[in-house]
């Protein structure tokens, strides 16, 4: 199990630096704020410093604090849901499937998981300039 999810690590980290998009989202403008491994580091572990590959775990009814990302592919090792609160936008809620890839612009934002089960994703961002 843990060699797939190397796999999986190296595979994501390969099309978030190649630029692959693998699912367009709503485009939202990229804010200034704060990484999300300094803004929150009890829900996100960084696990390759070259690469900025992250791990979110939030447990039912935990929230991160606002933060941002750069151009970011995600993989939901544990989906459920989550209320979103982009900086720039109003907040929405989404269900997110075990497994689901998906790819996102540069954006700002908050999450909560508002499900009864914990929520865990690798996140790959592109390498911030």
Sequence with gaps: MKERKNKILVQLSKLAVS???LVNATNLNA???TAAHISSPEHYQ???E???VLKMMLKPGQSDRSHS???????FEQGGKL??????SDSFEVTIQDGH???HPAWSHQVTNTGDTEVI???VEQKRQ
């Design 19 to 21: 630029g692959m998009v």
């Design 31 to 33: 804010g200034d704020g």
């Design 46 to 48: 960084k696990i390759i």
């Design 50 to 52: 070259n690469e900025h």
């Design 69 to 75: 990302h750069a151009n970011e592919t995600v993989y």
């Design 83 to 88: 209320k979103i609160t982009p900086s720039e």
């Design 101 to 103: 890839v998906m790819w």
């Design 121 to 123: 994703a690798i996140i």
